[in-house]
């Protein structure tokens, strides 16, 4: 191959980098991690990384409305948290809330309800 082959693949490889969401989501956000707020640049930026906020690689919308910019560590969390809670089994599972219990308010109505034997007391002077 030739260095004017190279440099034209080279060129290519770019371009068609430059066209993928990564390299749209860097020129559409600033690189500043969404999660801890740390500022990434220079030899840092590679530890900046995408994150698709439904999880789907493939929905990559132009307004980059699925996307957000995380640090590595920061992505890894995110992906934990989901494969901890059962996500990426065979069935992924709607995430509910975390089981209670006890409920702290679940007789709070009726404690602030007015209670009527207390209308036949006499009032005090």
Known sequence: MTPAE????????????????????LRMFPHVCASC?????GKRLPELTVHHKDHNHNNNPP?????ELLCIYCHDHEHE???LAGYFESE???LSQPS???DP???LDNLLKPNPADNDTPEKQ
């Open 37 to 41: 707020g740390r500022e990434f640049s």
């Open 105 to 107: 308010f679940a007789k």
């Open 6 to 25: 190279k440099l034209a693949k080279l060129r290519r490889d770019i371009e068609i980098r430059q066209k993928g969401y990564r390299e749209r989501a």
């Open 100 to 102: 209670r219990m006890a």
């Open 63 to 67: 307004d980059g409305s699925n996307w």
């Open 81 to 83: 948290k989901y494969k």
């Open 92 to 94: 992924a599972r709607e």
